[in-house]
């Protein structure tokens, strides 16, 4: 039995906002989406052009305050290799919590997820 790893999902309150942000700090774009017939739900796989694995964003259209994300210490990565150029733009957007001497850093989305950036090559 062998198992493939395909999405992970984290649900946000402002889908735009989201789709915003993920496109403007790492670059993945909406490659599908799935809208609930009675619009209870809007689901959103986002992808890095590279890898098949997919970013999935979940609207609930009944959830009417942020997300409390408590002492979750869930994250995504993400390597690049133009680290310095990354970094600055995240700088620029006010999105980078945490930093470690140059070797990875950590931005945080519109509904306070985490998101780790390694150096690559």
């Not at 984290?10 to 599908?32: D, I, M, P, Q, T």
């Not at 809208?35 to 986002?46: D, N, R």
């Amino acid at each position: 039995m062998k198992f493939r790893m395909v999405h992970n999902n984290l649900n946000v309150f402002n889908l735009e906002r989201s789709l915003e942000f993920y496109e403007k700090a790492l670059g993945l774009k909406e490659e599908r989406r799935y809208e609930h017939p009675e619009g209870k739900f809007i689901l959103v796989f986002l992808t890095d052009g590279q890898s098949e694995h997919k970013l999935e964003l979940t609207w609930l259209r009944d959830w009417d305050r942020p997300y409390n994300l408590g002492d979750n210490e869930f994250h995504l990565a993400f390597t690049v290799d133009e680290y310095e150029a990354a970094y600055e733009l995240h700088k620029s957007m006010g999105c980078v919590c945490q930093e470690d001497n140059g070797r990875f850093y950590f931005i945080e989305d519109p509904d306070g997820y985490w998101l780790e950036i390694i150096r690559g090559k």
